[in-house]
């Protein structure tokens, strides 16, 4: 089975596949529904992916210029509040981003860029490079306990939002090279706000995730048939909407636990890009 045409590649996507080779199947090849719910009980899980969404239009909000009080009328829920107040209190963006002049930045930023001829693209929170180079990629994590770094440096975000700034960001820093050095990623938790989580990058991990993502891109591009395997740890099956394809149960995990696992705010809109958007491409 081949990738439909045009089929571009997302760390939502990557993720998928070396989660469970067999959910990227039935998602991107054969573009089923979701016919199971994800978590228990279903009404918090929806309203929690809300307010993750929610948070991230907030923000959105403010970077183009919407006063913060007006910001936080318009809020719905206590939760939410509380989130924007924390942001409010911490600043993370002058924080992380800085306030120089001659700071390029933008939130909701799409870069896009090519691996072993394929189309890789990334949607970012919030994208900054400095006069000096210096480029800052921040990411909102709205689960209600922080995710260990371990947990966040196994993901597929964290090789390919820094390895996407590099390779596609040039134009954003002058059309000069970024320096794989000069990039760091920042994972922030509103519910955790004095602990955010920040990943340096360099030149030596830029080349590792060069490597890592044209053999895994390579890999689902050739796969056919029986290139889709299920997952042999069955504990993933618990959060995915496709156990009944699978014949792997009938009831959800719970929903703690798959917040626990991670940040629902984010899943949706990164399977939801908006490709007209695309800042760059450049394979
Ligand atoms: S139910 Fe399990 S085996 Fe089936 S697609 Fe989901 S994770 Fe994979």
Redesign the pocket.
Known sequence: MTLPPGFQFSQASLQDYV??P??FQ?RYLLALQWPAVQAEPVEEHEQRMVLGQAFHRMVQQRLVGLPEEAIARAASNAELLRWWQSFLAYRPITAFCGDQPGTWMRGEYMLAGGVGGHRLVAKYDVLSVAATGQVTILDWKTSTKRTPDDALRERLQTRVYPFLAVQAGAHLNGDRPIDPSHVTLVYWFPEAPGSPARIAYGPEQYAADHRYLTDLIGLIALAEGDGFP??QD?S??RF?V??S??D?GSTAGRLDELIAAWDLGAAPEDIDLDFEQIGEIAF
Do not use: I, N, V
């Open positions: 989660d469970c067999r959910r039935l299920m997952t069955e993933r099956c995915c496709y156990r394809y699978c792997r």
